[in-house]
């Protein structure tokens, strides 16, 4: 009899890697290993602000600390510092506050989100210019019936309650009065705006030009920090005409790209829990990558990322065919089968399933079902913003990876049903409030659809 997975598990079932191993590491020493590299960031941060000379050098070193320590496949400890990147990144600027304050309005693309933040005043001066001077003062009465015993806050005070605040939002206890008030947005725009660029030393308006170049990259993620730091390391040096130095930012732009395609979209992750990490792929730079590659090859010539370039068609491929957009599978996989020779060889639906077995071929039972279920997990993203084919993408996927698995008669464990069922449950459970309402209607309309509703 198969044993259902108990609902205590289940935080770890959904890790597309279960990483445990006997010299796993502590989980002071994950927090000391993270805790060191924010150090590091933070003191490089500061000498390209404060101009210090090697500026450039410490640019690229800054690309370079949101690579390394970050990379797929490196272990417990890369995986608990992305979870907690992915924590600070998810205050600092989601949610947005204007997707509450406006709920039935479609939510902003990436790159509209930091455009709004690229808006926000950066002095109280300028935000009492842009919300006029008698919302501002009204503004100030209400910082001052703040504070312990009722001092007040200043200015300053207030912005220390919004970064110290769980969720990176305006304290609850004056939110309401903003909001009424008519000046929640620009605040919020304003304290987000000081946050990136006083602390984190990020431009909203680089930003927002790196994802309107390249696609919209999602911020919670190192691959767009390095990406960031690559970009500006990359203006110094062909401002001081170092073409080798240049060339070197300009293979970390695109190792970080195809990063981001491999699995630079944050679906659901939790730091208290250094097993809850589900990464996607990010389907909106498979162009602007493949455009990267290609110019590379053409400035430097064919010998130098010929191979990379052929890694990079092949998870494009499957990535687009996963993700359910077939007809632009077939032309990634039509190039793929002109450069990469006999490495890319039959149909499309046969490659692929290939290319999936081949992940799949030597792994645990642990991470074979923790892969199952991520595919599900995708299949929710997915369903929950109404992208009803690569929802459905998704699930086949999962599904095909179950059936290969089950052929090959490795039995005892729950059937493809009641692990779906779990993905469902946990999505349900961990996803924001909006997603997760959202995907409880998709199921809903898909009961009913299939006579199983109400």
């Not at 992305?82 to 902003?108: C, D, H, S, Y």
């Not at 984190?200 to 930003?207: A, D, G, T």
């Not at 730091?271 to 498979?286: G, K, Q, S």
């Amino acid at each position: 009899m198969m044993c259902p997975v108990p609902a205590a598990c289940m935080a770890k079932l959904v890790a597309l890697a279960v990483l445990a191993s006997p010299f796993a590491l502590a989980e002071d020493a994950l927090r000391q290993r993270w805790d060191q590299l924010k150090r590091d960031i933070s003191l490089l941060r500061e000498q390209v602000v404060t101009g210090k000379p090697g500026k450039a050098e410490a640019l690229l070193r800054l690309a370079r600390l949101y690579r390394k320590p970050f990379k797929r496949g490196e272990g417990r400890a890369s995986r608990y510092c992305k979870l907690q990147l992915a924590g600070e990144m998810k205050r600092v600027f989601g949610p947005i506050l204007q997707r509450e304050l406006a709920p039935n309005t479609p939510p902003p693309t990436s790159t509209e989100q930091w455009q709004r933040v690229a808006g926000g005043a950066l002095t109280p001066a300028k935000l009492a210019a842009q919300i006029g001077e008698e919302e501002y003062a009204e503004f100030s009465k209400i910082l001052a019936r703040q504070g312990e015993n009722g001092k007040g806050w200043t200015f300053d005070e207030f912005e220390r309650a919004f970064r110290e605040s769980p969720d990176g939002l305006i304290p609850e206890i004056v939110r309401q009065e903003l909001v009424d008030l008519g000046i929640a947005i620009p605040v919020d725009l304003a304290l987000r705006h000081r946050w990136l660029l006083n602390h984190y030393r990020l431009k909203p308006e680089l930003v927002a030009h790196i994802n309107r170049t390249l696609g919209d990259l999602d911020w919670r993620l190192p691959e767009a920090h390095a990406i960031y730091w690559a970009t500006l390391a990359y203006r110094e040096w062909r401002k001081s005409g170092d073409e080798l130095k240049a060339r070197r930012c300009e293979r970390m732009i695109l190792e970080s790209l195809h990063a981001a395609l491999r699995g630079g979209s944050l679906v659901a992750s939790n730091v208290w829990d250094t097993e809850v990490l589900e990464t996607r792929p990010n389907l909106n730079v498979v162009d602007s990558c493949r455009k990267a590659y290609e110019d590379y090859l053409a400035k430097y010539g064919e010998g130098t990322i010929r191979g990379a370039y052929g890694d990079f068609l092949v998870d494009a491929v499957v990535c687009l065919y996963k993700g359910g957009f077939r007809a632009r599978a077939k032309e990634y996989f039509a190039s793929a089968k002109t450069r990469c020779g006999s490495r890319v060889n039959g149909d499309l639906d046969t490659f692929v399933l290939k290319e999936i077995e081949a992940e799949i071929k030597a792994v645990s039972y642990n991470r074979w079902m923790s892969a199952v279920q991520g595919y599900v997990i995708h299949s929710c993203f997915s369903l929950a913003n109404r992208r009803h084919e690569e929802s459905a993408a998704y699930e086949r996927t999962a599904k095909s990876v179950y059936d290969w698995f089950d052929r090959r008669g490795r039995g005892g464990f729950a059937p493809y049903s009641q692990l779906k069922a779990n993905a469902i449950r946990y999505c349900l459970e961990t996803f924001p409030p909006e997603l997760s309402a959202a995907l409880r209607r998709e199921l809903e309309r898909q009961a009913v659809a299939n006579g199983r509703g109400r």
